[in-house]
């Protein structure tokens, strides 16, 4: 069975980085797509960025791209987020998430697997 476990959240000032893990187990992973989601309290899991496990393609929300990163260890089977230049709107519980179809879409419904999240949080 396929798991994903994030790590990496905390508390920090704005202005710093942070970087995000996730681990992928169960099952082989070259033709999934891996993604970033993030919810605020009281808000909407929002998307944050994605890329496809056997391509160098990836994919940005308009209010992280310049500031996020999302890479990839195929050899470790994980996922990174890194995240610069952070704000308090950045704020959030951090999810990841798996498509074993390989599809990349900002639409929650899509993924079949989510992990259970990492928080996230932006002092001003």
């Known amino acids: 069975q396929v798991q994903l476990v994030e790590s990496g959240g905390g508390l920090v000032q704005g202005g710093d980085a942070l970087r995000l893990s996730c681990v992928a187990s169960g099952d082989t992973f070259d033709d999934y797509a891996i993604a970033w989601f993030r919810q605020a309290p009281g808000k909407e899991r929002e998307f944050v960025a994605a890329t496809k496990w056997s391509t160098d393609r990836t994919y940005y929300s308009g209010s992280v791209k310049g500031r996020f990163t999302i890479s990839r260890d195929n050899a470790l089977n994980a996922v990174y987020l890194q995240m610069n230049s952070l704000k308090p709107e950045d704020t959030a519980v951090y999810y990841c998430?798996?498509?074993?179809?390989?599809?990349?879409?900002?639409?929650?419904?899509?993924?079949?697997?989510w992990g259970q999240g990492t928080q996230v949080t932006v002092s001003s």
């Open positions: 998430a798996a498509d074993r179809g390989g599809f990349v879409s900002k639409t929650t419904d899509t993924y079949d697997y």
